[in-house]
């Protein structure tokens, strides 16, 4: 059994009934065990064009399921959700990603975990930190607070550009 993070989001009808009807598919599956479900964190649009406002959580689960097999599931269950995949990064009533998959790397066409934006996306690390704090990422090799922290302060000199004289 291996503890896999999952990033939900939706930005398309009823945001908040589609992550819960989300999280309610995922944790019907066969042989998963969830643990924790964050807070809705309302957050604005990363790329695409422009769209509404998005709500995203992150679920913890427990799962013997590969990661192609989980991949496989969640886009069954965005499909059976009426997600139709047409503007890349476009306006979406489900995403439904898996951040981590406990210590393990796959990097293929299919599926890249951890997912590669994950580390620069507070609408990801916020809820993460809520879930536990102190997960590694397998590659950055820094907890998911420290990689935070380090956004914030990114963020924060991206405000207060340095000024030359």
């Not at 939706?10 to 643990?35: F, H, K, M, T």
């Not at 990064?89 to 393990?104: A, K």
């Not at 397998?138 to 207060?160: G, H, M, S, W």
Request: aromatic letters at 6%; a negative charge.
């Amino acid at each position: 059994m291996v503890l896999v993070c999952v990033g939900l989001g939706s930005n398309v009808g009823n945001r908040a009934s589609n992550l819960l009807c989300a999280y309610d598919r995922i944790v019907a599956l066969e042989d998963v065990q969830p643990l924790k479900l964050s807070q809705f964190y309302e957050t604005q649009p990363a790329g695409g064009p422009s769209q509404p406002m998005f709500l995203n959580a992150v679920l913890s689960i427990i799962t013997a399921i590969s990661p192609h097999q989980l991949l496989e599931q969640f886009q069954r269950i965005e499909a059976l959700m009426g997600r139709v995949r047409t503007v890349k990064w476009g306006p979406r009533n489900i995403d439904i990603d898996i951040l981590l998959y406990g210590d393990e790397v796959v990097d293929d066409d299919q599926l890249k975990v951890p997912h590669p934006m994950m580390h620069t996306r507070l609408f990801v690390l916020e809820p993460l930190i809520e879930i536990d704090p102190d997960i590694v990422h397998p590659v950055l090799k820094k907890t998911i607070i420290q990689l935070y922290k380090e956004r914030i302060c990114l963020n924060q000199a991206n405000d207060f550009p340095l000024i030359s004289s």
